[in-house]
């Protein structure tokens, strides 16, 4: 699909998120956006962390904006499962499988660093959901490090590019392809409870290119489901997404065929056994780039216990056992 919109616009909050915007925006410095060139130019900003909202945002009292008022910061390019209980208190909480994990990382990171931390972007308006987008850093034992880049290696988040906020691409996507390599957390397909049919052999395909212009073939971009397996496999209250919280959950009754598929097309349409309609009024799957912003996404395969069953990340970097399909 086109490259996703800079600024995810919507009057949506989160528990703990604070949308109130300062009177005087915090100075910024530049720096570069990476540890080692090349790297792009990012501006800089620095703040106290006054608490870690879920896992990929924090709320952040900016040096140098003029009030003690905290923003809510999302992380540049790292989607932690949805957390749906918020609380200080660490038993209160409640979420989709891994998200409570994704939480105490940030949180035991942000504690290593002292709570102070650094925010890069490479634009200052980008932001998702009135939250500035950043890519935040704590200092540990003299160096920065990284935090959505830790979580993604540790399979605690999905990496989710966003449009002008690409000089971290090709770095995360290398360290979730390594996550799912190693089968950690996500990408540990049994990590939430034995699921249905676990000795299953799934595969997924994503169409993200459909023929003609994209947003003009809907149904020509598509997720395909396959089964291994000589027996066939109820998909009900399974779901597959994207790399933002766009979900097609199948409805009862979806049976994966033995040694067969079943497709999910982007856009409308009428059902069948095998083709289901996700009925989304735009592209959903971005378009790959092989230059410096190394753009892309993935579609993931849940069961009903919220394991990860089956993946396919795009472009591939490491091993690949399947190639996207272009008809």
Aim: glycine fraction near 8%; aromatic fraction near 8%.
């Amino acid at each position: 699909m086109l490259a996703r919109l800079v600024s995810v616009l919507g009057a949506a909050a989160i528990a703990g998120a604070l949308a109130v915007a300062p009177a005087t925006p915090a100075a910024a410095a530049t720096t570069p956006c990476l540890p080692s060139a090349p790297s792009p130019t990012c501006l800089v900003w620095t703040g106290k962390v006054v608490r870690v909202n879920d896992g990929d945002t924090l709320s952040v009292d900016l040096a140098g904006d003029g009030t003690s008022t905290p923003r809510s910061i999302r992380l540049i390019n790292a989607q932690a499962m949805e957390q749906t209980v918020y609380s200080s208190v660490v038993q209160r909480r409640r979420g989709e499988c891994h998200s409570l994990a994704a939480t105490a990382r940030l949180e035991q990171l942000v504690r290593a660093g002292g709570g102070v931390v650094r925010l890069t972007a490479q634009q200052a308006s980008s932001s998702s959901r009135s939250r500035p987008l950043r890519s935040v850093a704590v200092r540990i034992n003299g160096s920065w490090h990284d935090v959505g880049l830790d979580l993604m290696r540790r399979g605690l988040a999905l990496w989710q590019p966003f449009g002008a906020e690409w000089a971290w691409n090709s770095r995360y996507r290398l360290a979730q392809a390594q996550a799912a390599r190693d089968r950690v957390n996500l990408f540990d397909t049994d990590a939430c409870g034995t699921g249905p049919a676990q000795s299953t052999p799934l595969t997924v395909v994503v169409n993200y290119d459909a023929d003609g212009a994209d947003d003009r073939n809907l149904n020509g971009e598509w997720v395909r489901v396959t089964n291994g397996s000589a027996g066939p496999l109820s998909l009900a209250g399974w779901w597959v997404r994207d790399s933002a919280l766009r979900r097609y959950t199948f409805p009862a009754g979806t049976v994966l065929p033995a040694r067969g598929a079943v497709h999910v097309h982007v856009g409308s349409g009428t059902p069948t056994a095998t083709h289901k309609y996700w009925g989304q009024s735009a592209p959903v799957f971005d378009n790959p780039t092989f230059d410096a912003q190394a753009r892309g996404d993935g579609a993931y395969l849940f069961d009903p216990r919220g394991d990860l069953r089956a993946w396919m990340q795009y472009p591939c970097v490491l091993s690949c056992p399947v190639t996207p399909a272009r008809r």
